[in-house]
């Protein structure tokens, strides 16, 4: 997998690219189906996905099962492009994210030799508040503590 | 494939810091100063049964892999861990990228099943 950065602001965008041993139609049920997309993006969705729709998903990603996540449904091109906003990061249950600024997912399909290359890139966070950053740094930090803690516990045992 | 390239090359990047905490003291003495804030290495000493010369060599592995650095107080010598090398705009697309990363596995695994 590759990151590329734009060169109009290093720190604005992501783009990563991973190539799939599977037809585009089977990457693009994956991906158009709210149930299936939530299987790999750790979220159950109650709704489908279309155009314009805004859908609710229960996070299901260990630890933060009392969120919910919201995905902005932009453009759905089958085979081709699926492309959502939504709050990166939206980790506190008691704030209103709806004032502040999303960032732009764009999931792209394209036929590769044996599979589907798979294009994605997230971009707008250059507008993300200082504050919220800093919020996804705790989430890490708490992660990185625990691990540190098993390493202390691992050594102990040793 | 792709993932697992990119899983072994941030594991060489980091490897010089797994090797820094692959020992029992160095990892006690990074607990302490991440709790108890900058040490003189008398200080550090203080609580370890080793010599003070061995604790010097453990801060300096931990200083090479960029754990720590040394700062001068006054007369005094003292270790702190050192403030992550990146910005944080930089470092919050790290978390962003890491994120990415473990999703797109996970679809690798459910379509080409």
Do not use: C
Not at chain 1, 26 to 34: D, K, L, P
Not at chain 1, 99 to 128: C, K, M, N
Not at chain 2, 26 to 44: F, T
Not at chain 2, 56 to 62: D, I, P, R, S
């Amino acid at each position: 997998m590759t990151t590329t950065t734009n060169p109009a602001s290093e720190t604005d965008r992501i783009e990563k690219r991973i190539t799939l041993r599977a037809a585009p139609s089977r990457v693009w049920q994956a991906i158009s189906s709210s149930r299936e997309f939530g299987t790999w993006f750790e979220a159950e969705f109650r709704e489908e996905f279309a155009p314009g729709a805004t859908v609710h998903g229960r996070i299901t990603h260990k630890g933060f099962e009392h969120l919910t996540m919201e995905l902005q449904i932009e453009r759905m091109e089958p085979e081709r492009l699926f492309s959502f906003r939504w709050h990166p990061f939206a980790i506190e249950p008691d704030v209103d994210y709806s004032a502040e600024s999303t960032t732009l997912v764009e999931i792209r399909l394209e036929p590769a030799q044996g599979g589907t290359e798979l294009i994605v890139s997230e971009s707008g966070f250059d507008r993300i508040p200082a504050s919220r950053r800093a919020k996804a740094f705790e989430m890490n930090a708490k992660g990185w503590a625990e691990q540190l803690r098993n390493i202390e516990r691992h050594v102990a045992g040793a | 494939m792709l993932q697992g390239r990119s899983v072994a090359a941030s594991l060489r990047k980091g490897a010089p810091v797994f090797a820094a905490l692959g020992d029992e003291t160095r990892l006690r003495i990074v607990a302490r100063l991440s709790s108890d804030g900058p040490l003189s290495i008398a200080r550090i000493t203080d609580g370890e049964a080793v010599t003070r010369q061995a604790i010097t060599k453990h801060l300096n592995v931990l200083s090479s892999a960029g754990l720590v650095h040394g700062v001068r107080r006054g007369r005094e010598r003292l270790w702190e861990l050192k403030p992550a090398p990146l910005d944080d705009a930089r470092r919050y697309l790290d978390l962003v990228s890491a994120r990415w990363d473990r999703a797109l596995a996970r679809l690798k695994l459910l379509v080409e099943d």
